[in-house]
């Protein structure tokens, strides 16, 4: 061995020691039992689907004629795909995965027509229909976006049955389909991957709690040839124990090692960014998203944030961008003007976009564009003006803020061409490095009436298609985009939003981050403080507004947030909401400390999430609410500390039971520097004091290793 081989080997023992643990680390993996679920689904008979096909009911694919199977080993696991013949006309394909490092177990069902005929009716389609065994059955997780605000829930199953249901097209808005169940002496985490319609049902059946679920719901559809549909993606995590916190640190971990896109072609990990959106610091009316920016607004705010030393990551250009389908100027009805994805040139003449991107650039700093594909306007002239075809606009006739409200039909591969290469070439032309997608309409009920119009032109039943291949074509809108990114050196994940939190779906974080994870989270410091206790523990990524303002819109204070606001949004994305240049006290100093301090500890918000004190609605501000980041690998952490607005306790006692209890930490405060050295079995038991002496505070202490 010669002396650089020597360097090279004892080099890589060091890496080694500090590398980041495996799973098999964790106490609670439940590999055994993945193992079983995993060769159930190898099973035909014993795979945890249901249907109904021409009126006979199968459970099960055991039933169906076995064409081909196959599995084998991949790089992270197992791999396997069954293929069946239902009838001379329907082939059913069912493909699984086993993560073998952290026991992550998935699979999705397809349905294909081979044939030269309608299929029978396909309906009655169950995703899951399972059974967990134990005692004391309980549901532990929370609801979705807006009305839903990400609420915590637990349900005792041995009292009442636990139901959901989202009809609206954005499937996590309202109801959230992530679940833990926790059943005997531990649980599974479960999520339903689809982005469309869904429903769940929780059971408890004798010995047994009985799990089903459908997603696209109350299909009831013919297949027709060559056309193909599918079940949602189902996520299942088992585990050992019934410690929440580990439970949830264990889908954190697979989640960000494997469920996370990619940030570049290269195959890089996203590490947590920050973004900034000027258009509160253009000095014009702004009537939401980026509508007040124009060719001689950015370059003040640009040189500004350059002279102040403030490296925002990404600038965030939002709605309002583009000319109306008619070819107009938009000034304020951003939400009523969308579809042309065509740059607006009487507010960006000649090549003045694509300057201020590239000016950007040269600073170190990406661009970000907001689009809504799924939604158009002025059907008649977009037909005129951009080559649109009225047919792949779809209206139940309702109307919101005076207009009608037409889907974007995705599932019409014609249209989903169009609709591609009109934001790729937006992007393109105009140096943009990520895409930014938004849906502000339910396209749930939008879908049934094509399906009617189906039913009436085919006299066959179509119910559900129409929604099964728009999520289809969604996803492969994605997809492609990611794609073109990849190629063209850009991002190459996307941001996104649907009316806040609407899409954050399993299968649709794969592809993409909630940049914004609730339109809400641009209010209250409260709100934020409560969506965090409970949203952190299911999706490690996402990001909130850095202000606190009594409206969406409002503006923040004047002079900038202080650090009680810009503490309860840590997160990845970390969303500088200031008026960079029109707010004349806006401090600078504050600024850069804050934005500083995220930069020290951002780290860690992605490792390992502790909630020290019980879930509160944003109406509740009496009492404390603690957070703790641990990263295992480097056991380095943090804890922040919230004495909410109306809380008359100056004291609270954080107790770590997550370190080791043999190994003496440091801990030193933030704000001033105090430190405390104190064994794990310490803060484990009699726990770190943490004061502070006026409401609407907060506290950062740094853990490290003595």
């Known amino acids: ?56 009911d199968y459970h099960g694919l055991g039933a169906l004629t076995l064409v081909s199977k196959t599995e084998a080993a991949v790089a992270t696991g197992r791999k396997a795909s069954l293929a069946f013949s239902l009838d001379e006309t329907l082939a059913v394909k069912m493909d699984a995965f086993l993560n073998e490092e952290f026991g992550e177990v998935e699979y999705t069902v397809w349905f294909e027509n081979k044939g030269n005929k309608p299929s029978k009716v396909l309906e009655k389609v169950d995703v899951a229909v399972m059974d967990f065994k134990g005692n004391k059955p309980t549901l532990v997780s929370c609801l979705g976006d807006h009305q839903g605000q990400y609420a915590a829930y637990e349900k005792d199953l041995t009292k009442e049955k636990a139901y959901f249901r989202s009809d609206g097209g954005r499937a996590t808005h309202i109801v959230f389909p992530y679940f833990n169940l926790q059943h005997g002496d531990g649980g599974t985490l479960i999520a339903i991957g689809w982005a ?102 950015w370059k003040r705010t640009l040189d500004r944030l350059v002279y102040e030393k403030v490296d925002i990551d990404y600038r965030w250009f939002d709605a309002g961008w583009y000319f109306d389908p008619a070819g107009n100027t938009v000034m304020r009805d951003w939400w009523g003007t969308v579809g042309s994805w065509e740059l607006d040139s009487i507010k960006w003449p000649g090549k003045s976009f694509r300057e201020s991107n590239e000016a950007c650039h040269k600073v170190g700093m990406k661009v970000l564009v907001w689009f809504e594909p799924e939604r158009v306007t002025h059907v008649a002239d977009l037909v005129k003006n951009y080559g649109y075809k009225a047919e792949w606009a779809i209206s139940n006739g309702r109307r919101w803020r005076n207009r009608e409200v037409f889907t974007n039909d995705l599932g019409n591969p014609e249209c989903l061409n169009w609709t591609l290469n009109r934001i790729t070439r937006m992007m393109l032309d105009n140096e943009v490095d990520l895409f930014r997608e938004d849906n502000n309409s339910d396209p749930g009920t939008t879908w049934p009436l094509q399906d009617s119009l189906q039913n009436a032109t085919l006299k066959l039943p179509r119910t559900g298609i129409t929604e099964n291949k728009a999520i289809q074509g969604h996803y492969e809108l994605w997809d492609r985009i990611i794609d073109f990114c990849a190629k063209n050196g850009k991002s190459t994940f996307i941001d996104n ?98 934005y ?111």
């Open 596 to 706: 500083g301090e995220w930069k020290r500890y951002r780290h860690l918000l992605i490792k390992d999430f502790y909630v020290l004190t019980p879930w509160h609605s944003k109406n509740d501000t009496d009492g404390w609410t603690t957070f703790a980041y641990h990263d295992p690998s480097s056991d380095e952490g943090v804890i922040v500390a919230f004495r909410q607005e109306t809380c008359p306790d100056s004291d609270f006692t954080a107790k770590l039971k997550f370190l080791d209890p043999k190994t003496m930490y440091r801990l030193e405060n933030e704000d001033n520097g105090a430190v405390v050295t104190l064994s794990g079995a310490q803060l484990a038991t009699t726990g770190l004091t943490i004061s502070l002496d006026k409401p609407k505070s907060s506290a950062v202490w740094h853990i490290t290793r003595q």
């Open 196 to 297: 469309g319609t869904w429903q769940a049902t929780f059971e408890k059946q004798q010995a047994n709690t009985h799990f089903t679920a459908q997603s696209c719901n109350d299909f009831c559809s013919v297949i027709m040839p060559g056309e193909k549909v599918r079940t949602a993606l189902m996520v299942l995590l088992p585990y050992k124990g019934r410690d929440v916190d580990n439970a949830f640190n264990l889908w954190r971990a697979w989640f960000v090692k494997y469920n996370m896109p990619r940030a570049s072609a290269k195959g890089d990990a996203v590490y947590p960014f920050s973004t900034s959106c000027w258009s509160g610091d253009t000095g014009l009316p702004n009537s939401d998203g980026s509508i007040s920016e124009r060719f001689y607004t």
């Open 1 to 56: 061995m010669n002396r650089f081989t020597s360097f090279l080997f004892l080099l890589l023992l060091a890496l080694a020691s500090v590398a980041a643990p495996m799973a098999s680390q964790r106490k609670n993996l439940n590999l055994s039992e993945s193992r079983r679920i995993y060769n159930n689904l190898l099973k035909p008979s014993a795979i945890p689907v249901a249907f109904t096909y021409d009126g006979k």
């Open 497 to 594: 939003c649907a009316s806040g939190g609407g899409r954050n779906d399993i299968e649709s974080l794969r592809r993409s981050i909630p940049f914004l994870r609730s339109d809400a989270d641009r209010t209250t410091t409260a709100l934020r403080l409560s969506m965090s206790s409970t949203f952190n523990r299911w999706i490690p990524y996402s990001g909130s507004s850095t202000k606190e303002s009594e409206g969406e819109l409002d503006g923040g204070m004047a002079g900038g947030s202080d650090f009680y606001i810009t503490r309860a949004s840590w997160l990845p994305v970390y969303n500088l909401s200031e008026s960079w240049t029109h707010d004349e006290i806006l401090d600078y100093d504050r600024v850069r400390a804050t």
